[in-house]
Every structure is written in C-alpha cells, then in structure tokens.
C-alpha cells in the first residue's frame, strides 16, 4: 500500500454536493489571509519573548520558520488553489471529516504532505515540518468547530466540575499550594503573563498552536522567576506546583475538551518532547484541580483561623463587604498600645484589597483597632476570602494573636508588617488625608508609615495624586486584567479601565509638554509596557468577541467604544513616539528624560481615591496589653 | 537517522531526581541562566555506534499528593529510571510502588534503571544496602547503579546502558514512528492517483 494509495483514498472517496464544496472554498479563501497573518505574528512574538533561548523548543526542532515568509505563503497558495489537485484532496478531506467519514487528521496531514512533495516540484526541498505547518493551517480552521465536538463528547461535564472548582479555589495563595517561597513572586498578580499566555489558548484553532502557546506560557514561568531570583533552578517537583496555581488562576473554560483536542489531533510527535512535557503537566494539573478539596490545602485552616476575631485599623474599608454579609459583624473599637499603624502602598493603590492598613511594632505606639468577626455558621467560601485576605503576602504581615487579660473577646489577629520589610519604609503619611501624600513610588509591596507627615521638599504639599502614582495605578489595573481578560471581566469594564487610564495618561503627557510636570523616567518603562497591554487588550476583546460570538460575556453592543479606545490608544502613541512596532524610541526616551528631573504633583484626583477615615463614633477607647504569641 | 525517546525520572520529593538530570544535561558552556532555570525537562544528544539518539529526560512531580496522578507523565514512556535516596527507606519502597504501577499501567516493555541515589554520603548515614538495592533490581529485572549527582561519571554509565537498550530495543527506529504505526490509515486499494495537472497555484 502506498501512500499515493491513501491519498487516492481520500481523493476518490468524495462523492461531495456542490454546495458544500463551494461553502468549503469561501471559508477556505476567507481563512487564508486572517490565518497566515497570525501564525506569522505569534511565531514573531514568541520568539521575541525568549522561547528561543531554550535549545529544544519546537521552534528549533520542529518549527523554525526559517523561511517563512515565502515558503509558507506558497504551500498556502497551492492548498487554497480550487484548481490544484492538491486543494481537491484537502477539499475532499474537509468534507469527510466533517461528515464523520475520516477523523484522523494527523495522518491526512503526513499523506498530503507526502503527495504534495512528490508532486509539486516548487516545493523541492522544503521543510516536511514546515509543509505539515501550513497544511494544518488551513485544514483546522475548516474542521475546528467538528473536531472540538468530538473533543468535547465526554467532557463536558467534567469541563464544568474543574471551572467550579476552578471558582471555588481561586483565592488559593502561592503558599497555600506549596509553592517553594524562594519561587515565589511577589507582584499583585503573581505569575500574571503566564496566566494571560495560557488564557490564550482558546484562540488558536491548530493543535500545534495550542501547544507552542502551553509551552510559552511555561517560558513566561522560568522567565518571571529568573528576573527575580537568577540562580533559581526550577525542577519537576517544583515547577509543577507552580503550573497548578497558573492552571488554576488561568480559569479557562472548558480545558479539559481543549486538552483532548490537543492529544486527539496533534502531531504525536510533539508530545513526546518538551512541548508534550508542558503539556502533560497541564493535564495533571487540570486532574488535580478537579480533585482538590479542602484538606488538601495546609495552612488554610480558615476555621480555626477565623475564631479570633481580626483586628483592623481601617474598618471603613470593610463596609461595602460588611453590607453584604450579614455573618460579619465590626465591634467597637479600642487602642492597642505598642503597635503603630502602617499603610501597605501596593494595598492603597489597589482599591480591590480590602485591608489597606497593617501594623507595625513601635513600644511608643497606639492605634486604635475595631474587631472584625465572622459567624461560625459562615459560608466556608467567605472564611476562606477573609483568610486570604488576610493573610495574602504573609511575608509583608505576620498574624499575631494579642490577648487582654480578662477579656479573651479581644484576642485577635492583626496582621503586622514583618522586621525585614521595613527598609521600605521611606515617606510618612498623614493620618487624616492618607492618600494624598504618597511620594516616590517604590515596588509593589512597598510600605510606609502612617503618623506625622515630612516631606523631602516642603513645596510638595500634599495635594492631588502625583503623576507617578496615577500611572501606578493604571500600570495596577491594566496588570490585573492582563490576568484575568479576557474572558472573565465583562467586556466594558476591560474597555473603561483601559480607556479612563490612557486618558488620564495622555493628561499626564500633556503636562510633560507644557513642562509643568516631569515625569520620573523609571515611569517611562511602564508606561510602554501599559501602552503595549492596552494595544493587546484592544486586539483581544476584538478577537474574543469575533472568535466567541453569542459565548463573549459581553459582546460588543457599543462598538464605539472598542473604537475610542483604539483611537485615543494610536494618540498616544503618536505622542510618545511610539514607533511602528509600539516600541518607544530612544530619542523619546532621552529627551524626556532630560526634562525629568524634579516630580512635581499632578493636578488631578482620580475619583477611586479612599480617604481614611476614622470611626463614625468614637466610643471610649480602652487600653490593651499585649501578649507577643506569635502564631 | 535521528531516534528520540522519552525517559522519565520517577521518585519521591528529595531523592536528587533534578540534580541528576541537570548534572547529566550539563553543558560546557552554560552562560544563559535561562538554560539553568529550566530544569524540569531536559533533551540529551548522544551518538551511539553512528546512531543519534536523542534521550527527552521528564522529571516528574515526586510530591505524595501527584501519586495518583503521576499516571500521565509514564504512560507511554520508553524508559524509566527510579530513583531513591540509600539514605531514606520510605524512598525506596517509594520505588517499588512506581516499579508495579508501571508494569501495570504501560504498555510495551519499558527499560527501567534503579537509582540508588546520594552514595556520596557517609556509609554510616547508609540505610538501604547495595546489596538490598541490586537485589531487588534483579528481581524486577531492573539494571541498578549507584549513582552521585555530584558525580557524573556515576551517571553516564546509567544513561548510556539504557540508550543502548532501547536502539536494541527499538532497532534503530524512532520511538514516534512507533506511536504513528499503530493509528495506520485505511488504505484502499492502488486506484490511479488523481492526475495533478499543473495548477500548482503558481
């Protein structure tokens, strides 16, 4: 039997209408442009983000697209042809595969590529990989939506289980699943590119793609750690309990149906090298989200945690939470003596965080706390969130349990700022206006002193938020829906979040012009990386609402403002001299930095600012001793 | 002829399983601390009698909670290698757990080697004998080595006796091809290939 024979198989089998036939070529001539486009820009893009570097990536092995350009355009060129007998069999193909007839995909992939090389003396030469690339390429979008039935048959239910338990563990810390602390990533969204990356998979139609994006997203993991920690090494043991909070933390609606896809139709040989390597870690984690229950959490004892009451400093911040759930209850309040109040910069910016204020130890020190308590009875679900809460970056607070003598009611946790964080401590803050005098913006998990104000140079008075905090700001929340777009928030909140911060960035370089505002030149990195995110933002809600259709939370209802935020994305570009490619020039970058010398305070309030605020009624204060049992 | 196969290195947390696979993919010149970072899955190039063989080194998550998961990593695995530390008994009866789980559960004969693991360490500390180890290796018809990660002249031996069992094994064929052959296409009977008369889209 030869492989022309299979391939005669696949051809004379198709006794095809020609109404499908003709359905067959429009989606076929539709396809080809969109589609080699894509390829081309996501091989582009994961070579720049590093994936290169690693010697036994698919791209050096199975994909390099050396030639890309013109190789694949012309094994395209000849498959989208109607004329050619090589598009009939694919033509022929789709139509069996799509009536159930033939479902084996990889091996009419290997038989075509075999004929084509054998019979088209253009592509003498040519890369096998290659050829196999661009005929999966245009065959997969024609079979995708039947492949992914098949892929689905059993799993749909199981599909539904792990994004449920997806849900219900997705406040799980790094910690908490036992992620090697020297591992771990302190950001507000840790591990948040790998998390976008894999998120992504849902876009590509082609197995092979599917791949390469689980393997990037594996590269973004050992990139993100090696920025922080260069002599990490990352090993099976370790490495999979961080792809298991990435797993987890990614969300992705029907996983395991894409998993199956993956094993059902792509090349077998990828799986048996390092892209299989991640990809059968995805499988085992998605097995082991979808099996994990309560016990096999540690430190998590939320029950146990959650019987002393938590000892906040900032209750106004609890309320709209408070309101909600009627199991919270907030006491009255009364002065801890010993222990000086202390604002976490990366909890003030983040208005999403609840507990804003952590203390620190000061034998000079008292502040006044109001106990929070949650009812025994409490779903486990909001003990869990108020844990977290708590204790998320447990290496910025330490639970601490302090106990009056004679009034067990008043032990409690506070959290409070660890020894070895206090080198971040740089500018004071006044007590009454928190958020106003926040100076020189430090790293995510900076902390500052709340008590007297001082500042470095008297004309800042405390005012309106600094330029560099605002921008902060956005860099926070343009990160977080990196993380979490663009499936789980709804399609307007991702566009009003991008649209409001770039318009308060163009504000921002407005004043750079008028040389009333100076922008500290380390914001100038952030602000390309913002703009490059917003950019991404903008082509994946287009995408996600043009791939999913009725399936987009939040389809497109008002195209306008999609359309308003590309506008005033590409007017911000322009002004920062963005160039073509959205990188920033470096003219730009040095004349702006030359400009940079002094911060100077912005002149406009963003309307999320908290202002702290005491306790409508002070009732008497009572003093507490404090016991140091450290938990 | 380039062979490729996959290998995967199976113990409890803590026995050395990355040591061992980075100390055997350990290169010369290693400048990228990326190459280093990565240490989870590792490919080894070596030329056996004019073959390539290339050797893809899984190391798998050893953690008690992936026991019962660890299914998918050796499942179609072409070699295996157990690895326990002489110092710690519960690693060793850890391996002969994996050793019925992957007779089991794999299809197709996999070559399997026993690690005993950390023999740099005082014999005193030992607590698992060579002999313990050997023997029971033959039993299971395992080959066993004592090995150092700090040591990689321990390794190659390993390596290199399973590399040359599995070209045996697989008589110079590539493991994948294997995996393509048993999913043949129906193939109808040598009808005249359509005539590819010109349009080659050009």
């Known amino acids: ?631 | 002829m380039v062979s490729e196969y996959k290998l995967v290195l199976l113990g409890e947390g803590a026995v050395g399983k990355t040591s061992i696979l980075l100390q055997y993919t350990k290169r010369k010149f290693e400048s990228d601390h990326i190459m280093t970072i990565q240490a989870s899955f590792r490919s080894k190039v070596l030329n056996i009698a004019d073959q390539t063989i290339t050797l893809n080194l899984w190391d798998t998550a050893g953690q008690e909670k992936f026991h019962s998961l660890a299914l998918v990593y050796y499942r179609d695995a072409n070699a295996a290698v157990l690895v326990y530390d002489v110092t710690d008994r519960d690693s060793f009866d850890r391996v002969q757990n994996w050793v019925q789980e992957l007779v089991k559960n794999v299809d197709g004969k996999p070559i399997l080697a026993i690690a005993a693991n950390k023999t740099d360490l005082p014999k005193s500390q030992h607590v698992i004998s060579s002999e313990e180890g050997r023997e029971y290796a033959e039993k299971v018809g395992a080959q066993f080595f004592e090995t150092s990660a700090k040591d990689v002249d321990t390794l190659n031996p390993m390596f290199l006796h399973i590399a040359k069992n599995l070209q045996q094994q697989h008589g110079g064929r590539n493991s994948t091809e294997n995996v393509r052959s048993t999913r043949t296409l129906k193939i109808e009977d040598d009808s005249a290939p359509e005539a590819s008369t010109g349009g080659c889209g050009c």
């Open chain 1, 1 to 631: 039997m030869s492989l022309q024979g299979s391939l005669a198989a696949h051809s004379m089998a198709a006794d095809t209408p020609v109404s499908v036939s003709y359905e067959t070529i429009t989606l076929m001539k539709r396809n080809s442009t969109r589609l080699h486009i894509d390829v081309k820009r996501n091989t582009a893009g994961l070579l720049a983000k590093g994936v290169g570097v690693i010697s036994e990536s698919i791209f050096s092995s199975q994909y390099l697209f050396g030639n890309q350009d013109r190789s694949f355009s012309l094994a395209q060129r000849i498959l989208l042809d109607t004329g050619s007998s090589s598009s009939r069999i694919l033509e022929n193909y789709v139509t069996r595969f799509n009536t159930g007839r033939d479902i084996h995909v990889y091996q009419f992939i290997v038989s075509l590529r075999h004929y084509m090389l054998e019979k088209i003396p253009e592509l003498v030469g040519f890369p096998p990989t290659e050829l196999d690339f661009a005929i999966e390429a245009t065959v997969f979008p024609l079979i995708h939506k039947k492949a992914m039935e098949y892929a689905e048959e059993d799993n749909k239910e199981e599909d539904a289980q792990l994004i449920a338990q997806c849900e219900r563990y997705s406040a799980l810390t790094q910690s908490q699943l036992r992620i090697d602390p020297e591992l771990q990533i302190t950001d507000r969204v840790p591990f948040h590119r790998a998390i976008a990356t894999l998120k992504s998979i849902i876009f590509s139609q082609m197995p092979s793609r599917k791949m390469q994006i689980i393997l990037s997203a594996a590269q973004m993991i050992y990139t993100e750690i090696a920025e922080r920690n260069p002599n990490a090494i990352v090993g099976g043991d370790q490495f999979v309990d961080i792809w298991i909070y990435v797993v987890l933390k990614a969300r992705i609606p029907s996983l395991l149906t894409i998993l199956n896809f993956i094993s059902n139709f792509a090349n077998p040989e990828l799986l048996h090298g390092q892209s299989g390597y991640y990809f059968t870690s995805v499988q085992l984690a998605a097995n082991y989200i979808k099996n994990l229950t309560d016990s096999d959490i540690p430190v998590t004892n939320a029950d146990c945690e959650c019987e002393h009451p938590f000892l906040v400093a900032d209750p106004t911040r609890l309320l709209p939470l408070i309101q909600r759930c009627p199991q919270l209850h907030i006491g009255s309040p009364f002065l801890l003596a010993g222990y000086a109040p202390f604002v976490l910069e990366d909890a003030l910016l983040d208005t999403s965080r609840v507990p804003t204020v952590v203390l620190r130890e000061d034998a000079n020190a008292e502040t006044e706390v109001h106990p929070l308590s949650v009812d025994g009875d409490a779903p486990q679900a909001l003990k869990e969130l108020l844990v977290s809460w708590f204790t998320v970056q447990t290496r910025v607070m330490t639970p601490l349990l302090v106990r009056t003598p004679g009034e067990t009611a008043l032990a409690g946790r506070i959290q409070l700022l660890s020894p070895d964080h206090e080198e971040y401590a740089h500018a004071l803050l006044p007590n009454e206006t928190l958020p106003q005098a926040i100076l020189r913006v430090q790293t995510l998990n900076d902390g500052r002193w709340m008590g007297a104000l001082t500042l470095d140079d008297p004309a800042d008075s405390p005012g309106p938020i600094p330029s560099g905090v605002a921008i902060k700001r956005f860099h926070l929340a343009m990160q977080a829906l990196d993380a979490y777009s663009p499936i789980l928030p709804a399609h307007d909140h991702v566009t009003g979040v991008t649209l409001r911060g770039c318009r308060r960035l163009a504000q921002i370089l407005d004043e750079i012009d008028d040389n009333s505002v100076r922008v500290v030149g380390r914001d100038l990195p952030v602000i390309r990386r913002m703009m490059l995110q917003a950019e991404h933002l903008i082509s994946l809600l287009k995408r996600s609402a043009e791939l999913l259709g009725a399936a987009f939370p939040d389809p497109v209802t008002e195209e306008s403002e999609v359309a308003a935020l590309s506008v005033e994305v590409r007017r911000l570009q322009k002004k920062l001299g963005l160039a073509q490619d959205g990188r920033l020039g470096v003219a730009t970058i040095s004349s702006v930095l030359f400009n940079a010398r002094l911060v100077k305070l912005a002149t406009c309030v963003p309307a999320e600012v908290h202002p702290l605020k005491g306790p409508p009624v002070p009732p008497p204060s009572r003093k507490v001793v404090v016991e140091n049992n450290r938990l």
